[in-house]
């Protein structure tokens, strides 16, 4: 049974922008504020899927990209 409230689109798409760019499962957890047990079992459903690969619009996931690394490096 879940714990939290389920992963949105929105969630699925910066999972795997964080993915195509690099960052780790726990990285992108940071970024979502979310538990990195479950950003795991997402890029896991998301690859078994096939739809790991599908990133959206190249600007928007430019933008997230840098919000994720900015937030790293805050880390």
């Known amino acids: 049974m879940a ?3 389920y992963i949105t689109e ?3 798409d ?3 922008i964080g993915v195509a760019n690099g960052f780790s499962a726990p ?3 940071r970024f ?3 538990q990195k047990m479950a950003i795991y079992r997402h890029i896991e459903i998301l690859r078994d ?3 790991l690969g599908n990133v959206p619009l190249e600007f928007v996931a430019d933008e ?3 919000a994720m ?3 790293e490096a805050k880390q």
């Open 64 to 66: 997230i990209a840098i």
């Open 3 to 5: 714990r939290a409230k």
């Open 69 to 71: 690394q900015r937030k």
């Open 27 to 29: 990285a992108i957890s």
């Open 49 to 51: 899927d096939g739809t």
């Open 14 to 16: 910066v999972i795997r």
């Open 10 to 12: 929105f969630e699925k």
């Open 32 to 34: 979502l504020g979310r």
